[in-house]
């Protein structure tokens, strides 16, 4: 996720590039950099790792020498390929310096058409698949610079919004969309194309949103848009009624409830570029097939929501890889003295990729020769930089304090972490991997269906926010569920919540059981191991003759539940291993909806940081 602005018109490029890449620094601030074309057929481009101010500072140094001209374009970038540098900040250009372009996405395809150009001679100075796609763009140039973009965006694969500009075309920038957002900002006199509105709307508040696979053409009179083949489409003119730090949120209150919204594409963007010719690939991977199939005993190290997520991890792990796992809580693990040898991997999930718990559990495990694999959503983070094998989630930057689609995202990841154990150990044939893959390349919309059922929970979020606690119930993988779900509303509400394993109910907690208490219990699927169904069912039947309130998770059409159910919270039905990814986002949303009824900031928690980097 990163912002990009272009803009067309008569005012200087620069000082309104910069405003609006302002106004999108939420979406990624590990560098950013600026293009623009004067009338002298000059292109020139500054580009600065670290935040926006960084680049600032850079040009006011610099007396912004050359940029003058009323064409130009910028970025904001939340690495994916490559550390966050100056070399890989964007934009990037061709040998010639003649092309710009910026991106946002994925190219999936983009170490194939490196090989294609580094074998025509061209040498790449980036680590960045966006790089490729300038160079390309400007062997295509014949003259028309809309012409070679959507040449070159025949030629990708995966998700991408790019913005290009042509020292040759001022007064002109070309965009092009593809899984992705891009909008035309419609001024007068003057055009932009932005990540989103936030951008713009400080100068005009018409815009045009571009379908799948288009491409506009931008100059300060107008626009035009085509599909990849050059082929005009229409385009519908929308009005934004949003305020600025609204148009921020995505019209949201709080930057979480649009996290939340995001997290069908968290897991989308996450599992994109990982299942390559029939295998599952790892970002990197300083681990060779040998060493991850001499591994025989994994421990998962991680703080808080990242430490659930690695709960799920355990559970896919045992029965992909058939290795033995342990869930750790980094605070705890080198205190313990585990037993760890070369033959142990400790994966090690943290979104922020600096939280000091879990850095001082992956330098513990180092040090005890064991092999080391990073979860991260942060590229160039001090943990992935300390592991032998990383991978990425592609959650974006996450505002909201709480974790909510870097959970997802790291759900997913452990997924792809077990099945390339389970891949190179050979517990499971290609086509069971094959079919485990396309059964996560459905959950997106698994996601996507949970959220367009909110507004019931939303409304017994209103309903119970008085309640003096809530507990969480839950088995299997429902578990680490009903402890998240307990986080969130701890963290968050500032109530009493307590997430447990269904069958220690009767072990202790039962004793909190009283009238009108909420009790939330995540239900697995009937279909799957359908003895835990019927566990919770008279998990359910021992609350209800207590006179708690049973708020239940459950699977569309499970029947035998819904009689039991104070308030029954349905999520599609998945495969019984991939049930968190639905089911932890109504507990998501019902946290945030008690907060909000209590008047708190859900997006900053008190007493909380984003990211613990003291132990
Ligand atoms: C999650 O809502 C919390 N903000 C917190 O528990 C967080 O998950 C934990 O601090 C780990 O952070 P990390 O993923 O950046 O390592």
Known sequence: MCGIVGYVGHRPALDVVLQGLGRLEYRGYDSAGVAVVDGSGSLSVGRKAGPLANLA?????????????????????WATHGAPTDRNAHPHSDATGAVAVVHNGIIENFAQLRAELEASGVELTSETDTESAAHLIARQYAGDLAAAVRAVCRRLEGAFTLVVTHADEPGRIVAARRSSPLVVGVGDGEHFVASDVAAFIETTRDAVELGQDQVVTISADGYTVTDFHGDPVATRLFHVDWDLSAAEKGGHD???????????????????GHFVDGRIVLDEQRMDTQELRDVDKVFVVACGTAYHSGLVAKYAIEHWCRLPVEAELASEFRYRDPVLDRSTLVVAISQSGETADTLEAVRHAREQKARVLAICNTNGAQIPRESDAVLYTHAGPEIGVAATKTFVAQVVANYLVGLALAQARGTKYSDEIAREFAELEAMPDAVADVLGTVERVRALGRDIAGSKAVLFLGRHVGYPVALEGALKLKELAYMHAEGFAAGELKHGPIALLEEGLPVVVVMPSPKGRGVL????????????????RTIVVAEEGDDTVRPYASHLLEVPAVPTLLQPLVSTVPLQVLAAEIARARGFDVDRPRNLAKSVTVE
């Open 254 to 272: 709080y930057f979480m409830l649009k996290e939340i919204e995001e997290q069908p594409s968290a897991v989308r963007d996450t599992l994109r």
């Open 57 to 77: 500072a850079e040009l006011d140094g610099s007396g912004r020498d050359g940029f003058v001209g009323t064409t130009g374009m910028g970025h904001t970038r």
């Open 533 to 548: 169904h019927s566990k919770l069912l008279s998990n359910i039947q021992e609350i209800r003759a207590r006179g708690a």
